[in-house]
């Protein structure tokens, strides 16, 4: 099988290239990414040998290019992992997130309906559900009510995909995971913000009062999920991707600063995200039941490992927040912080 993994050095992205090139050495996959500010080549060093791996840099919403590169690989299957991610960043600036995820997507589907694509896949997120209460969990038939700027351009372009499998008879499925952590994972989320700033014994902004929940999935979790999802998916469908694992802000926060030995004093509590969604949690009965998938990490396990390699791989992170990243960071906190 040749694929195109859009995105492919991005942290969802680069831990599938890497189960893909490990599971199956006679799969080709194509590595497609524009290399944005969360974009890292270094998240795939130890497979950059691969004789089945090939980078090509570009952007999705380069239609001319993306057609190029479906011929030049003979590409039969598109995963698409690019996207803006970051939900504090489409509040300040949206239109980046309508153009790359919105119409990123399309560029993508034209091309697969044109060149003869079997399957295209679409990573998206829970977060196009909208937010829950203290009960309840999103299922597959959950109507959209996405909430954030970047909630809303992933929900775009699910209906496209969906849209492009009901016109046009494209293969395509949809996976919609929960809050991901694992490693390589960009040091603007909670996760890996809280692991390198508590490291550096940098203040830990907590929005709000911490309470807010989300359903944490360890990224290899993730990756086997959509893996099932791409050999046993049956056209058309949206499978919900969980973790099981639902935990309040806050007490992720204190247990970062547990396992670091570090004082809970590094806590702050900062002014809330704005449209902040109060809780995702996702109903996993369908892909257990008709894919046979369930994570296998426990939150401990995950976390513990995750720590462990922020500890070891210090260059990683701190070439990156010691970047532009930094300039970002301390323009959006800098006063809550230290005012
Ligand atoms: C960065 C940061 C976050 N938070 C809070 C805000 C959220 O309630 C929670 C997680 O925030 P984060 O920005 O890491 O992730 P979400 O906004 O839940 O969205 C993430 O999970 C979904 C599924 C995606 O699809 C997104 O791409 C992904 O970014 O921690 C803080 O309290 N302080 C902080 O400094």
Redesign the pocket.
Known sequence: MNILVTGGAGFIGSNFVRLMLNKYPDYKIVNYDKLTYAGNLENLKDVEENPNYVFEKGDICDAQMVREMLKKHQIQVIVNFAAE????RSIHDPAIFTHTNVYGTQTLLDAARQNGIERYIQIS???VYGSLGETGFFTEKTHLSPNSP?AAS?GGADLLVKAYYETYGLNVNITR????YGCYHFP????P?MITNALDNLPL????D?S?V?DWLHVSDHVSAIDSVLHHGKPGEIYNIGGQNERT?LSIVEMIVGKLNKPKSLIKFVKD?VG??RR?AIDPAKIERELGWAPKYTFEQGLEETIKWYVENESWWRRIKSGAYLEYYVKQYGEALHG
């Open positions: 991610t970051h939900v504090d997120t829970d977060e970047y992933k995971c929960s809050n991901n603007e989320k909670l996760i913000l902004p907590v929005y709000g911490g807010n989300r802000n995200r902040h969604d995702y």
